[in-house]
């Protein structure tokens, strides 16, 4: 999509999501419009509201390089990370901030991710060694097999996916797209050792068996990451080892 209005500045009216459990009984949304320079990130809007405007505005944010994930928000409806979200990219000048879905809000646009670091947790995301001792240099790995993990290594754990996915809005005991994005990358890695057996953790209905293949995941990566294919992958994964368990009884 083109950049409008050249470099100059232009009027946006932000319609930002606001609530505190502590004094507001229902959601609501406060309208700013404000004028801003050609390049300014939905990020850099929030933070002039916040000086400017009205400094109770509660969001996250830190590196401001779409490297930590902290500012992972709805902006017209996409789950984006703010700080590389540009105003002048969006339609029209009408702009609707939103916290991400699936998650409690805590306050505005600040959700609760404990959900979504459980989840993390349960697939165990390090490097299985299987009671080997630490070896004493460093765990090396052939160039091509590194090549293998770069499709999936570039996670930022920001829950973008985790806000886009349907199946989540109906059963909070899904993992998830990142946590299983997160699980294959490891099963991937020439160095892990933690086998097929570990697949048990996510054979079941709370696991890949869940995801109903829409690929909301995959659009609202910002790091291009295709959780839907790993999650797939995962699926045939558990059907070759059915079937070797299965013919193994016989």
């Known amino acids: 999509m083109s950049p409008k209005n050249g470099n100059t500045d232009t009027v946006y009216t932000l319609k930002i999501f606001r ?52 500012c992972g928000m709805l902006v017209n409806g996409a789950p984006v990370l703010a700080c590389r979200t540009q105003l002048a990219t969006l339609i029209g000048n009408q702009v609707l901030i939103e916290p991400l879905p699936n998650m409690e809000i805590i306050k505005d646009l600040v959700v609760n991710m404990a959900p979504f670091w459980e989840a993390y947790k349960r697939i165990e995301p390090w490097l299985h060694s299987n009671g080997d001792q630490p070896p004493e240099k460093e765990r090396l790995q052939f160039p091509d097999d590194e090549k293998k993990l770069d499709p999936y290594i570039n996670c930022i754990l920001c829950a973008c996916c985790y806000g886009a996915c349907p199946v989540l809005g109906f059963d909070e005991q899904y993992l998830g797209p990142a946590a299983i994005a997160k699980l294959f990358r490891f099963m991937k890695d020439s160095r892990d050792q933690r086998g097929l057996k570990f697949l048990a953790k996510v054979d079941n209905p709370d696991g890949v068996w869940n995801c109903r293949t829409i690929f909301r995941c995959i659009d609202a990566c910002p790091k291009d990451i295709r959780p839907t294919d790993t999650i797939l992958a995962l699926k045939r994964k558990l059907t070759l080892y059915r079937f070797k368990k299965f013919f193994r009884v016989l």
């Open 19 to 70: 609530f505190n459990p502590e004094t507001d009984r229902e959601l609501r949304y406060d309208t700013f419009a404000k004028r801003f320079p050609y390049g300014t990130t939905v990020l850099e809007a929030l933070l002039n509201i916040q000086e400017t405007a009205d400094d109770s505005l509660a969001f996250r944010f830190s590196c401001r390089s779409a490297v930590c994930g902290s």
